[in-house]
């Protein structure tokens, strides 16, 4: 099959991976969630080879990362898992990791699934585990710039429940699951690039 691409990917990949060689330097097992078309997982697998690399993400998008994957042939990034990381228990993940990453999400899932995520986060990644989030975001209840503005109104004209999350209530959400906000990095297009570490005790194991 043709792959899957996207522009942002190709973009975002260099400023991401700079941060992420920082964070998850002593990491050794990172689930990702919602691998999209799987450009990330190539990229970031290739230069950070101490990583085994965990990939996941709705069923209609494996046949594109399996692509990707099948491309790069790298030995550490894993197939992909079928995961709604927001709307279900977490069932298919039957492993803990010390570090998670994600990009581009919060402002596609609605509200409470962007809870879901979080809490099931906090049933997988263990105590010191590093979580990093990318996307836009607003800051006080404002809009960073105003090409935010626009995109979050073009993402509600496209479903009502998709927009650019509140800075300070997804703090909370990570919060709620032990996590203490590190970093917050300022990424190229006014995106964010959030780096939390896990200091409470995992709520439950997988399954």
Not at 136 to 148: L, M, Q, W
Not at 151 to 172: I, K, Q, S
Request: aromatic share 8%; net charge neutral; charged share 15%.
């Amino acid at each position: 099959m043709n792959k899957p691409f996207s522009a942002a990917c190709e973009r975002n990949r260099g400023p991401i991976l700079a941060i992420l060689k920082q964070a998850f330097a002593g990491t050794g097992r990172v689930l990702e969630i919602g691998s999209g078309t799987g450009q990330h997982a190539v990229y970031f697998g290739a230069h950070l080879p101490h990583l085994t690399w965990q990939t996941s993400d709705l069923a209609h998008n494996h046949p594109g990362i399996t692509a990707w994957m099948q491309e790069a042939s790298l030995p550490n990034v894993l197939p992909p898992l079928q995961l709604d990381a927001g709307r279900q228990r977490w069932s298919t993940v039957n492993e803990v990791y010390d570090g998670v990453f994600s990009a581009n999400t919060c402002h596609i899932m609605a509200w409470h699934e962007v809870g879901g995520m979080f809490a099931g986060i906090g049933r997988v990644l263990v105590p010191g585990g590093v979580l990093c989030i990318y996307g836009p975001f607003k800051e006080n209840g404002r809009f960073i710039s105003h090409t935010d503005e626009q995109f979050d109104a073009a993402l509600r004209e496209t479903a009502p429940h998709m927009g650019l999350r509140d800075l300070e209530a997804v703090l909370e959400l990570a919060a709620e699951q032990g996590l203490l906000l590190q970093a917050n990095h300022a990424m190229p297009a006014n995106n964010r690039l959030l780096v939390w570490q896990r200091f409470g005790p995992s709520s439950a194991r997988p399954g």
